[in-house]
Structure formats: structure tokens, C-alpha cells
């Protein structure tokens, strides 16, 4: 019987096989985006089970398996190991039409060598050939990421983080990888949240310094954006629920964190004016220091309360939020510009119809000899998948320029999901083959191999300035 992931899995004309094989397979990986955890990567952790890496923190798998009808003990709760592998084997032949159907057949023919498909009856045998590989001691995370071709990986870190496993890895001689930390301040920026007051707190114990004022908060977050420059961030990353943009001075900004400070009511004018002053101050920062700012947008997050009370979040209850992007966009790239501190960008809106939107708002702002300064990110949490791939890659080539895209990230806690980056480069490979196909673009595939080589690597090495992994 033929293979389900065969050599030409989802490459669906001549010109894709060729683009495919012979450019976009053998191209390293750059992952700019994920929630790896660095202390496993310090310890090159070894996994016990496939349960372990494959279905602890995995929300995407856990939502799949609350539609199959499983009951939330049987996917997240006290069953064994084995047992929470037996449920998702039998939820995978459920998620036909789903990314996670393909992903999971990639993951465990890339890592182990099966080319079975994962259902009830071959459950007990890949549970025992999976465990066994694991177990071996030759699929540790330094063996996964060198098999991956994995060349960087940027975590996703809080101001509060102490950075000991970054500062850790960084001396460490046998880590190969260029492993850097990624800036994330969301909850110093979340004036309305009711953890901002706590999380004060955290920075004080952490920066050695009192917060009673709004300049105490700036110079808190510039202490420890220099921590994270002295272990050689390159980016950082927001996420945001809708982008603000009520510009505000100062002095404004300084009677609304006082406000906050005093226990007092803020409106929501206040907290969008806080938060827009916060992230056009950051992104003056960025710019000053050649860092990326990274702005996923457009998550509504912990929609089902008697879920978030229970699991916390992060537990698979988010979704795609509507609303107006375009003007609160514009508004706050220009503010940036207008002054030349507008930093390299890179946008991710969560909901396909601001795709466009984010494609033309760019384009307004490309500027000071950047190549791609601005980039719509690639299809991102619910759009990882190939028609929200295939309509990214449409918009920002109908919209800017496909050729200086920097390609796709894992978005991912697991070290087994850069099987993504091929799924990917499969979709980008087929869609540029049908254009050949329908006379659009030359048969050339030295001009078109070189622009895919590009997507899925060497714009990423220019753009975050990696020069010393280029290869």
C-alpha cells in the first residue's frame, strides 16, 4: 500500500514536485515564533511518552477531542498516559479535513518512521513503537531539532522571566541552535486586566525598583528589554485582542496609571490611551535597539468561563474576534513613521478578513531601504492551515511582494511541530507550481527556486539579522 505521506504529499503538479525537491526541502529551518519551553532545550530533555510530546499543552489537539465527544477527565485530567493516547487515536480519523489529520502523520513519519495511519486498531502498536524510539535515548530535543534542520528558535519570554535557561544556553558549547528570547511585556501593557496590579508587583521584585509612577513603569521595562539584549534578543511579540490607537500625552498617561495605582476605576477611553501610549512607546524602544515587533492580533480570549475557572488559560477557549482594524493600523504605524522610529514589523491578524486589510495598510510604510520592513505574517493559530495559508500568500503577493516574505513559524509548544514548516513549504511549492501551470509566472525555476530558498530562509537570516547561521 502506497504511503499517506509520500515523497509528493500535497505537491499536485509537475512544476511543485520540482520546486519542492530540489529548493524548499533541503532549506533549514528559522523558527521566529513559538512557546518552547528553554529550560527543555537547556536540559535536552528526554521524553518518556508520545502523550508527553504530543498532547500535554496541545489545545489544538484537546479542542478536537472535546468535538469528538470526549468528556474533559479523558483529555486534559488524571487518566494515564496510555489512556489519553487511546482517546486521540481515536479522535484522529474524526479530524479528517483538519490540519491536525495531516500534521499528526507527518509528526510520526518524520520522527519515527510509521507510515501507519493512527486510529483505534493500530493504537496499542504506535503507542508501543513511538515510546520505545522516545525511550532510546535518540529522539532527545537536540536530536529533534538537528533532524528538523532547525537553525533558530526564538521562545516567547515575559519581562519577568529571570532568562536563567537563555543565559544558560548561551554558555552551553554542545547547543548548536540559535536559541534567543523573545520580548513579550502583554500584562505591563493590560491596564484593565485584574492582574496589572499584581504583575506590578512581579516587575518591582524583579527589577529592584518601586513602580508608583509611569515613568517608574518605562524605565522598569527598558531594564529589562536591556537583559534581553545583553543575551541578543532580536524581537519581540504582542498579543493583542484589537489594536488600540487613542493616542494620549504623557502627562494623560501618567493620571491613568495613577489612577490604576490608587485602586480607582479606569473607562475604556482611559485604557485605550494607556495602551496605545505602551506600545508606541515599545515600539520606539524596538527601533532604537534593531529589534522585530511582533503584533498578533485579533484573539478573544476565555470565552467559556466555566472552563477558564477550572483549566486556566491557554486550555483551547479562544477564538477569532471581529472588528475595525484598517483605521486604528494606519493610524498607529503612521505615529511611529512620522517621527522615522517605526521598527521592522511583522503583523499577524488572527482574523483572514484583515488579511487584506493588513497587506494594504503596510504597503503605505515600507520604507528606509528595508527589503519587506513590514511583513503580513504567515497564517497564524486558526489560519495555519492550507486555505489560510494559500489566501495569505494570495493577499500579500496580490497586495506587496512574495518574494521578500519571511516565511512560516511554529506557533507551537510541542518540539515535534516542525513538521509545519514542510506543510508549509508543500502549499507555497503546489500554488506557485499552478501558476506555471496556467502561464502566469515563467517556467524558471532558478528565478522561482531562489524566491521559495528566500521564503522559507534567507529572508528570515536578513531580516532578524542572523548572519552568523546563514548558510
Request: with cysteine.
Amino acid at each position: 500500500m502506497t504511503s499517506f505521506i509520500h515523497e509528493n504529499f500535497m505537491l499536485q503538479n509537475e512544476p511543485a514536485i520540482r520546486l519542492y525537491h530540489d529548493y524548499a526541502k533541503k532549506m533549514p529551518i528559522i523558527d521566529f515564533h513559538c512557546h518552547l519551553n528553554p529550560k527543555e532545550i537547556r536540559e535536552n530533555h528526554q521524553f518518556t511518552t508520545i502523550s508527553e510530546i504530543w498532547l500535554y499543552g496541545d489545545h489544538y489537539k484537546w479542542r478536537a477531542m472535546r468535538a469528538a465527544g470526549f468528556t474533559e477527565d479523558q483529555i486534559t485530567g488524571s487518566q494515564s498516559d496510555k489512556q489519553l493516547f487511546s482517546n486521540w487515536s481515536k479522535t484522529v480519523p474524526q479530524t479528517i479535513g483538519n490540519p491536525l489529520y495531516h500534521w499528526t502523520h507527518l509528526e510520526l513519519k518524520r520522527y519515527f518512521d510509521l507510515d501507519e495511519l493512527l486510529n483505534e486498531h493500530r493504537s496499542e502498536y504506535i503507542w508501543k513503537e513511538t515510546n520505545e524510539r522516545l525511550q532510546s535515548g535518540t529522539l532527545n530535543v537536540q536530536d529533534i531539532l538537528q533532524q528538523s534542520q532547525v537553525k533558530a528558535i526564538f521562545t516567547t519570554d515575559d519581562p519577568c522571566d529571570d532568562l536563567a535557561h537563555h543565559q544558560s544556553i548561551a554558555k552551553k558549547e554542545d547547543i548548536e541552535v540559535f536559541v534567543k528570547p523573545t520580548f513579550r511585556p502583554d500584562k505591563a501593557i493590560e491596564i484593565g486586566a485584574s492582574g496589572f496590579a499584581p504583575y506590578m508587583n512581579k516587575l518591582e521584585n524583579v527589577t529592584g525598583m518601586a513602580i508608583t509612577h509611569i515613568s517608574d513603569l518605562l524605565a522598569a521595562l527598558t531594564k529589562r528589554m536591556d537583559a534581553f539584549e545583553e543575551l541578543d534578543c532580536r524581537a519581540s511579540d504582542h498579543g493583542i485582542q484589537t489594536l488600540p490607537f487613542q493616542p494620549c500625552a504623557e502627562e494623560e498617561a501618567a493620571e491613568i496609571f495613577k489612577k490604576r495605582h490608587e485602586g480607582k476605576s479606569l473607562t475604556t477611553t482611559e485604557i485605550e490611551q494607556f495602551k496605545t501610549y505602551m506600545l508606541l512607546f515599545l515600539g520606539k524602544e524596538y527601533h532604537r535597539r534593531g529589534w522585530v515587533m511582533q503584533l498578533h492580533i485579533g484573539a478573544i480570549r476565555n470565552n467559556n468561563h466555566r472552563q477558564f475557572d477550572k483549566l486556566g488559560p491557554d486550555t483551547g477557549f479562544d477564538s477569532i474576534h471581529d472588528f475595525n482594524l484598517a483605521e486604528p493600523l494606519n493610524g498607529f504605524l503612521n505615529n511611529l513613521d512620522v517621527t522615522d522610529q517605526l521598527p521592522k514589523m511583522i503583523i499577524y491578524p488572527l482574523n483572514p478578513i484583515h488579511s487584506e486589510v493588513v497587506a494594504t495598510a503596510i504597503g503605505n510604510f515600507q520604507s528606509s531601504g528595508i527589503r519587506g520592513k513590514l511583513q503580513l505574517g504567515s497564517g497564524w493559530w486558526f489560519n495555519d492551515q492550507k486555505m489560510g495559508m494559500r489566501k495569505q500568500l494570495t493577499d500579500l503577493s496580490n497586495h506587496g511582494l512574495l518574494s521578500t516574505f519571511v516565511g512560516m513559524l511554529t506557533d507551537s509548544r510541542s518540539f515535534l511541530s516542525f513538521t509545519r514548516h514542510e506543510y508549509f513549504r508543500r502549499i507555497l511549492c503546489t500554488m506557485i507550481g499552478e501558476w506555471v501551470m496556467a502561464g502566469e509566472v515563467p517556467e524558471d525555476y532558478e528565478l522561482l527556486g531562489n524566491i521559495i530558498k528566500d521564503i522559507c530562509y534567507y529572508n528570515a537570516v536578513e531580516f532578524f539579522d542572523l548572519d552568523e547561521i546563514k548558510s
